[in-house]
C-alpha cells in the first residue's frame, strides 16, 4: 500500500523559501501569483494491504519524524496501484 505524506508549514509560519519562489516567478514573467507556500511530499510504500493499518502507521510516522508539529502540519493519502 502507497502513502503520501505532505507536509507544509502551518498558516501563519514564515515561509522564505515560499516568498523566493513567488519572487523568482515575478521574475521570470509569471503574473497572477498571489501567494507562494512550499511543502514536501513523502511517498512511503508499506508492506500492508490493510488500509487502516497503512493509514495508522504513516501517521504514526509523520507524528514521530516526517512533520515537526510545533511548525507544521501533515496529511496522509493512500494512494491504490
Do not use: C, W, Y
Not at 502551518?10 to 515561509?15: E, P, S
Not at 512511503?44 to 508539529?69: C, I, K, S, V
Request: a negative charge; zero cysteines.
Amino acid at each position: 500500500m502507497r502513502a503520501e505524506v505532505r507536509v507544509m508549514l502551518k498558516t501563519g509560519v514564515l515561509d522564505p523559501q515560499g516568498q523566493a519562489i513567488g519572487k523568482a516567478l515575478g521574475h521570470l514573467g509569471f503574473g497572477g501569483v498571489d501567494g507562494v507556500r512550499q511543502g514536501k511530499l513523502i511517498v512511503l510504500d508499506l508492506a500492508t494491504d490493510d488500509r487502516g493499518q497503512a493509514e495508522a502507521q504513516a501517521r504514526a510516522m509523520a507524528e514521530q519524524l516526517l512533520a515537526n508539529p510545533v511548525i507544521e502540519d501533515f496529511s496522509v493519502e493512500l494512494v491504490d496501484g
